[in-house]
């Protein structure tokens, strides 16, 4: 595909560029490095921008990213704080290659089924309906998991949805997604999202970077996506875990600050150091010399007021006054900008468009008087204004005197245009949200977005009323993932700067930090909540069912179920906290208990047929097959369409030897949910079984497309080739699966009975031996040990019956 023609905001930056000033060093830099191959010493692969806030990072970057374009045909893509996770980091690079003619194919693909399965988890469920399990399954076999998905931001699978629940009265739909969580001890920690799209990502890549000299790949606002990138980006700089970057691949990162030592410290020799400092004398001079503006009174005033960063002297150059305006030496560049904007107008609409954090035009015409509403292109080409995610932002250094002037000079006005302004979006957010039950809104982005605006705008015009509104409901936001809750936890830091409310302020960055780490999810935020937000009963119950399901994803089982003990001191009949109970007890193996949670939730939703799946799944996994078909049949003849009954049926029979109506019912849940990969990994052991191993191979091919690199999907392929006969290959499998996983216990095992087939007996007992350590609770491993060190039987032949 040819590349597609430049948008007209790309033609306008053009225009912009062909008057840009300075930076000639860091340009020279740039440049020369395309001259060297990647092989040569003095290449380097990645170029660190940095300086205070306007000193013109953007501007650069902008400039850089024309020059590969234009001058060196590179692919290129800018991400910038907008993205709130790897993931979205990831889609935004795609989006931005195809735009220039070369499509991410197999990449997009798996975002647009994870989007699609995230659409219908996003929809509230009516009665009866049967909500299917996200395309992005990790279908780790070692842990028989089938994965929740790929949620943008989120930390491992979990971070998709929770593990089981989506949202409070949408019950069925998380039990439809939990049943999935099928593995004998609940698994580590699920993976990240980023271990299934970044493979993907990166073989694209390596494909786009074979056909063009260059990938340019530019990070703008680095300070703010470097705590969430950094470890995504060395593992790429670094490992081949995730897969190789192209060696003609060259990164950009512009950040105010110098870039983490930790991660970066042992990186020098690959990094190039770009530190920006305010334009010359000279410098400064040359841009308001290319705006014509010659007079040297005026001159040294612009250079005064801006002291000469560079988009202070853009903005002043834009209308400078004369000299006879120069009569106020305190006035900052703001208040010279300002005054000297002669109609009132534009100078109204300037301040109100201050007022949001970003704009397009419905916003703009929100913030101003009407007659401003016709203003948006004006303002849009003033040199301050921004391009971010496809919205229009004040540069900082310009919009935080703006709105300190407006909140200083009449605070009742200042209260007054951001309440209409978050009335605005509160509108904005009911018509987005259709149907939809408010408690499952985070999810949707068109839902959320408003909703974050207008808790913006409130806690702007009353921040002390408002803050205890927007801190209970970032209990949902929480249960939302890890992005979401980021996104809520940076508005309220931000409104509180913006207002200057301290204790806004204080707790928006308390919750970034205690959101800081994805894995965690949202434990610390609720603990937090809990004891310092004053929540009322209801608030109390939200928060401690929360935090159980996230301590659940991270195995704090014991921790999981005091908080759904709290919940249900507090609320008798909330079903999602006695069904946490129940998924509790059934990850720890507490069966028993964990059908009395269940019977639980039963009486209080009697005759919902998700329930008696979820007895059906718990009878599985505790090994009563007969008890446990008992109750998925009628699960399944309610439901034909059931996909989770019936791969969880199929399971059943496979265990029960009837090896024919497991394929039949795993085949039929695959043809339901052609990403259904947990039943792909279970068809093809039972392929396998029946001698079909070219058919189970292209089982596990279909599974490790869908889900590159886990663990578990290479110990079943492991376990087909050993079965086989093909010992070699079935080792070399299990290699690769303990080179992501050195902790799998169950690909240790396996690899001992291959061993052991090619008389490796020593190795075959070292590997059962590291198996038991892993986990002493591994029956089969330890039973195969005691054979090889009692009687030297030859090998027993038969599956690693690890649970499954």
Not at 7 to 27: P, T
Not at 185 to 209: C, G, I, W, Y
Not at 472 to 489: E, F, K, L, S, Y
Not at 754 to 771: I, Q, S, W
Request: net charge negative; glycine share 10%; proline share 5%.
């Amino acid at each position: 595909m040819g590349r597609a023609r430049p948008s007209m905001q790309e033609l306008i930056q053009g225009r912009r560029n062909a008057g840009f000033v300075g930076r000639r060093r860091e340009l020279d830099a740039f440049r020369d490095n395309f001259g060297l191959p990647p092989e040569d010493e003095r290449h380097r692969f990645v170029f660190h921008v940095h300086g205070h806030a306007g000193v013109g990072k953007t501007w650069l970057m902008r400039r850089l990213e024309q020059t590969a374009r234009a001058e060196y045909g590179a692919l290129t893509a800018r991400v910038d704080e907008t993205a709130s996770s790897v993931p979205e980091a990831m889609a935004s690079i795609s989006e931005q290659f195809a735009r220039q003619g070369r499509e991410l194919s197999a990449f997009d693909r798996r975002l647009a089924t994870y989007r699609q399965r995230r659409h219908e988890a996003e929809s509230a469920p009516a009665e009866g309906e049967r909500q299917g399990p996200s395309t992005g399954s990790m279908a780790a076999a070692r842990a028989g998991l089938a994965g929740l998905g790929m949620v943008p931001g989120v930390g491992a699978l979990a971070g998709a949805v929770d593990p089981v629940p989506l949202a409070e009265g949408t019950d069925r739909l998380r039990a439809a997604l939990g049943s999935r969580f099928r593995d004998h001890k609940d698994v580590q920690l699920v993976l990240d999202p980023v271990e299934t799209l970044t493979p993907l990502l990166v073989r694209e890549l390596s494909e786009a970077a074979a056909a063009v000299p260059w990938l340019v790949l530019l990070f703008d606002t680095y300070e703010r996506l470097g705590p969430l990138l950094d470890p995504w980006l060395r593992t790429l700089l670094t490992s081949e875990r995730l897969g190789t970057l192209p060696a003609n691949t060259v990164l950009v990162l512009a950040g105010q600050t110098r870039l983490d030592p930790g991660c970066w410290g042992d990186l020098a020799d690959v990094v190039a150091e770009l530190p920006l400092e305010p334009f010359t004398d000279a410098e400064a001079r040359q841009l308001l010399s290319a705006k014509g503006i010659t007079d040297e009174p005026v001159v040294r005033e612009v250079l005064r007021l801006s002291g000469r960063l560079p988009v202070l002297v853009s903005t002043l150059a834009e209308n400078p006054g004369t000299d006879g305006d120069l009569d106020d030496p305190s006035a900052t560049a703001v208040d010279r900008f300002l005054k000297w904007e002669r109609d009132p107008v534009r100078r109204s609409a300037a301040l109100a468009g201050a007022l949001p954090r970003r704009l397009n035009e419905d916003v703009f015409r929100a913030a101003v008087d009407d007659d401003g509403a016709g203003l948006f292109g004006w303002l849009r080409s003033l040199p301050f204004i921004g391009d971010r995610g496809g919205a229009a932002r004040y540069h900082d250094v310009v919009r935080a005197p703006m709105l300190r002037l407006q909140r200083t000079t009449s605070p009742q006005r200042w209260s007054a245009a951001h309440t209409r302004l978050a009335e605005t979006f509160a509108g904005w957010r009911e018509t987005a949200a259709g149907g939809l039950d408010p408690r499952d809104g985070w999810r949707l982005d068109a839902w959320s977005g408003p909703r974050l605006e207008e808790w913006y705008h409130l806690l702007c015009a009353r921040p002390s009323a408002t803050l205890p509104g927007a801190l209970r409901d970032g209990i949902a936001a929480c249960d939302a993932g890890p992005a979401v809750a980021r996104r809520w936890a940076t508005t309220l830091a931000e409104a509180g700067e913006d207002a200057d409310a301290e204790t806004v302020r204080a707790w928006g960055w308390h919750l970034v930090e205690a959101l800081a780490d994805e894995r965690r999810r949202g434990i610390e935020a609720m603990g937090l909540l809990l004891a310092r937000a004053g929540l009322d009963a209801a608030g109390r119950v939200a928060a401690h069912v929360v935090r159980g399901w996230h301590r659940r994803s991270v195995e704090e089982f014991e921790g999981a179920l005091e908080d759904f003990h709290r919940a249900i001191e507090l609320d008798p009949g909330n079903v999602r906290a006695h069904f946490g109970r129940a998924a509790v007890h059934r990850a720890t193996g507490e069966f028993t208990a964990a059908m009395d949670a269940l019977d639980r939730v039963d009486a209080l939703e009697p005759g919902s047929a998700w329930v008696q799946r979820e007895r059906g799944e718990t009878c599985r996994r505790a090994g009563r097959y007969e008890e446990a078909l008992a109750r998925l049949d009628p699960v399944i003849e309610a439901d034909p369409a059931d996909h989770v009954a019936l791969g969880s049926r199929g399971q059943t029979k496979m265990a029960l030897g009837r090896i024919q109506e497991a394929l039949a019912d795993l085949g039929r849940a695959i043809e339901l949910n052609g990403d259904y990969t947990w039943a792909l990994v279970r068809r093809a052991r039972v392929r396998s079984t029946l001698g079909d191993t070219a058919g189970a191979l292209d089982d596990l091919d279909r599974a490790e497309a869908l889900e590159p690199g886990v663990p578990g999907t290479l110990g079943e392929r492991g376990d087909v080739h050993r079965f086989a006969g093909h010992y070699e290959e079935a080792i070399a499998v299990y290699d690769r699966a303990l080179a992501l996983d050195p902790g799998y216990a169950w690909a240790l095992g396996s690899r001992a009975m291959a061993n052991e087939a090619l008389g490796r007996r020593a190795e075959a007992l070292a590997d059962l031996e590291r198996a038991v350590a892993l986990n002493p609770g591994y029956a089969w491993a330890v039973a195969q040990r005691e054979r090889l060190l009692s009687s030297g039987d030859s090998p027993e032949g038969g599956w690693n019956d690890g649970p499954v």
